[in-house]
């Protein structure tokens, strides 16, 4: 099982390779992709629509556009449309996973979301005020049927971004109509599912609508979607089989399912803890105005509510076949009484009402000319954020009612960016002159950026009922401000014929300010905290040589410094069954980054190998202990003194692949990312050296195979393969295949759609079409049905 499907998709990706020389057509391009030339990559800015992308990339870029993700992906999220490029992977658990689809890269996994960069039209969706598994991006707020294109830049190689893009940078340009169009969509998702002893089928239900046009100097777009996603339970109430005394305490139960733990050790099912119902309504407004030719003025507003039910359900039965939430149980003669008992812990009912918004206003000169300017600025907030859920001590069915509980409110969160960016080109158009590799020719880019992020959350009891009452006494308040100025400048240098270099620096400031937690009256651990003020230096070169026509060798390296984010400094929460601890004293993340490429260019296909290398030190996470005090699953972060990451990317790309109309993505990807030094919070000292950073395989690889049968019909199949890893930085979850363990997978997808004129289409597909059972920390969706309706105008 270990080797089969990846030794299936390297056989896959080294016939592409000998298949490319054949290939003589080249499709037509429907998306405006980014040009390369000498190994760097040019962002055209002709049209003035806002990226976040300078305009020269000296790293590994890959995308997608809007007409693949339509014929080959079935995308129901915004993050699906990536799910098949090189070395990524989206923690999707669900449709419309609004708090656990975090991106992982090369050398960053599923539990550090503070290392990778999602814009949309230059705005960040990417959220800072924490790194984890909660604060992933806010990819509801753009749809999949917004998407002009997709592109991911691998690694901190630009000086245009933080240190957060030591993972990856992924940048979304929506769609802004030329002329009048309009669209209406509908979708379903059904996931029969079976795990334990639950046997259920899951749906999903989308709609979607936009419409947009161009009228003279004005543009505009509208985009409403509305998804009701009924996910899989993600959740699991246990209890260790070793933690039950042989005797006859407690009610006799049935029903508890016997299986072992990310350690191999034995204990037992009770039943689910989560499982979401999702209601997601999102809205966008883009507007757009030529003041010149050269001259654009653009504003985007999003707004995107969510309300979602987080429901228990017990596997447990007395002896007349009722249903057991509480209290002393016995299975099979074992007892669990007292600390063991089952509390509101177990089965913890949950009410999220969110209410978020995101502006963005740019205006931006695209002359092409001896010099380019930009001025954006960008808000998002968190009008409305509340969760509610029952207590401790109350149980099931009470709580379902009503009953004790409490609310954490995070209104008022959020963050806000503005950058100012210049493009310098000496001497007239030089990014021409640079793209044909024109001796001398220069573009520089640089800006001046400021990001602050500012997060509060209280958390409080109900004055009774947990689903309607208000606010009671305090349980814990938290919060604190950030804020990272940063000055860069980069030029890209044609010094040579067949050469080209990119040299780069950044400059950065980061402040923090009015972190404090509370406890409640008369609490120890009060405490206001000192603001912190550091600043860095972050080099960056790139150089590339034209080898032979068509085959380019190039190298970068740069250095990234990640800061702690608020809730890691000041975020210390305590709720029904976790409690998380805070460092104030956390030292930054500091990366030195690295890789070289040769890349090959057939005309209508690619090929890439790329060696990539990273040195972390002080590397930031957080780690959970679970069940460690009181049955409450603790959790803290830490500085991991240092990890080294390297690895060998094989990607493939290719059009009209042996056929016209077939088209091959694939990349297969071997990573080695060990511990080498940490003094952190460990179990047993030394424990973690030589151990491999938790969710990093050492092996991934994927590919999408579609063919466009005739102007009418269409298909894809799509494999992912992921390999083994661990979830904690010890190695001590041997088992990947159950709750809390991280397993290795291999799935498949297809997809087949029908377009009848302009004007309609329709598909059908199945995600994981073979079915496996995997997991991340919770279970991945098990095989699900697609489909879908659009109409075009």
């Not at 100097?217 to 109430?237: K, R």
């Not at 016997?258 to 099912?269: E, G, H, K, R």
């Not at 002080?618 to 830490?638: E, H, M």
């Amino acid at each position: 099982m270990n080797k089969h499907p990846l030794t299936v998709l390297a056989a896959a990706l080294a016939c592409t390779y000998v298949s490319a020389h054949a290939q003589v057509v080249q499709l037509a391009m429907h998306e405006e992709k980014p040009a390369k030339s000498l190994g760097v990559v040019t962002i055209s800015t002709s049209g003035g629509q806002p990226t976040s992308l300078p305009t020269q990339i000296p790293t590994t870029i890959e995308g997608i556009g809007k007409e693949q993700i339509e014929q080959s992906i079935n995308a129901t999220d915004s993050e699906d449309a990536i799910r098949y490029l090189p070395s990524l992977l989206v923690r999707k658990r669900y449709i419309a996973d609004y708090n656990h689809a975090v991106l992982s890269s090369r050398a960053s996994g599923t539990g550090n979301s503070a290392r990778s960069a999602v814009y949309a039209d230059g705005i960040l969706l990417s959220n800072y005020l924490g790194n984890g598994a909660t604060f992933a991006p806010r990819w509801g707020l753009v749809t999949p049927e917004e998407i002009a294109r997709v592109d991911v830049m691998y690694g901190p190689f630009s000086a245009a971004y933080p240190g957060n893009s030591v993972g990856a940078v992924v940048d979304y340009v929506t769609r802004m109509p030329k002329e009048f169009e309009a669209h209406v969509k509908a979708g379903y998702v059904s996931q029969p599912f079976d795990l334990y002893n639950t046997h259920e089928t899951y749906k999903a239900w989308q709609t979607s609508a936009s419409m947009g046009s161009r009228e003279g100097d004005w543009s505009w777009f509208v985009n409403l979607n509305h998804t009701n996603s009924h996910g899989q339970p993600l959740t699991f109430p246990t209890r260790l089989k070793s933690a039950g005394v042989a005797g006859s305490a407690g009610t006799a139960v049935t029903g508890a399912v016997l299986d072992a733990n990310n350690a191999n050790q034995p204990w037992y099912n009770l039943g689910t803890g989560t499982e979401y119902t999702t209601v997601q309504d999102h809205a966008k407004v883009k507007l757009a105005y030529d003041i010149t030719p050269s001259l654009r003025a653009s504003y985007t507003y999003g707004l995107w509510k969510n309300t979602s039910e987080g429901r228990p359900t017990t596997y447990l039965r007395d002896a007349n076949g009722q249903p057991v939430y509480s209290g002393a149980i016995n299975i099979d003669g074992l007892a669990f009484t007292g600390a063991n008992a089952l509390t509101g812990g177990d089965y913890v009912l949950t009410n999220e009402d969110i209410t978020h918004s995101m502006h963005g206003v740019s205006v931006k000169s695209h002359s092409q000319g001896v010099f380019d300017w930009e001025v954006v600025a960008s808000q998002y907030g968190y009008g409305s954020d509340t969760n509610r859920r029952n207590g401790v001590n109350n149980f099931l069915p009470t709580a379902q009612s009503g009953g004790a509980g409490t609310i954490a409110d995070a209104g008022g969160t959020g963050w806000n960016a503005l950058a100012l960016k210049g493009i310098w080109r000496p001497g007239g158009d030089a990014s021409q002159a640079l793209a044909a590799g024109a001796r001398g020719a220069h573009v520089v880019d640089f800006g001046l950026q400021q990001d602050r992020y500012s997060f509060r959350t209280v958390t409080s009891n109900t004055t009774g009922n947990w689903i309607t009452d208000a606010t009671g006494s305090l349980v814990n308040d938290v919060g604190g401000n950030a804020t990272t100025r940063a000055l860069y400048a980069q030029d890209s240098w044609a010094f040579a014929p067949l050469w080209k270099t990119v040299l780069g620096v950044r400059l950065e400031n980061w402040s923090t300010a009015d972190g404090f937690t509370t406890f409640g009256l008369g609490n120890t651990a009060n405490a206001r905290y000192a603001g912190r003020d550091e600043s860095f230096v972050s080099p960056k070169a790139a150089l590339s040589y034209q080898a032979a026509p068509g085959l380019v060798l190039k190298g970068s390296l740069g250095r990234a410094v990640r800061f702690p984010t608020v809730t890691e400094l000041y975020g210390a929460t305590s709720t029904t069954n976790s409690q998380y601890i805070n460092d104030p004293n956390l030292k930054p993340e500091k990366s030195w980054t690295s890789e070289l490429s040769a890349e090959k260019d057939y005309g209508s296909s690619s090929l890439r190998l790329t060696y990539f290398a990273e040195d972390t030190q002080d590397a930031l996470y957080a780690q959970t202990t679970f069940g460690a005090l009181a049955n409450k699953n603790i959790s803290r972060v830490q500085n991991v003194n240092r990890i080294q990451t390297q690895g060998l990317e094989l990607s493939f790309n290719g059009e009209n692949v042996v056929a016209k109309g077939l088209d091959l993505n694939a990349s297969i990807t071997y990573t080695d990312s060990t511990i080498k030094d940490n003094d952190g919070f460990v179990v047993v000292p030394g424990d973690t050296l030589g151990k491999r950073q938790p969710n990093i395989p050492a092996w991934r690889a994927s590919t999408l195979l579609g063919y466009k049968v005739d102007d009418h019909w269409s298909a894809s199949l799509g494999a992912r393969y992921s390999g083994p890893q661990f979830r904690t930085l010890n190695n001590a979850d041997v088992n990947g295949y159950t709750y809390q363990g991280v397993s290795e997978f291999f799935t498949t997808d297809v997809r087949v759609r029908y377009k009848q004129g302009k004007h309609w289409s329709a598909s059908f597909g199945i995600d994981n079409l073979n079915n496996y059972q995997y997991w991340n920390f919770h279970p991945y969706p098990q095989r699900s049905y697609v489909a879908e309706v659009k109409f075009d105008l």
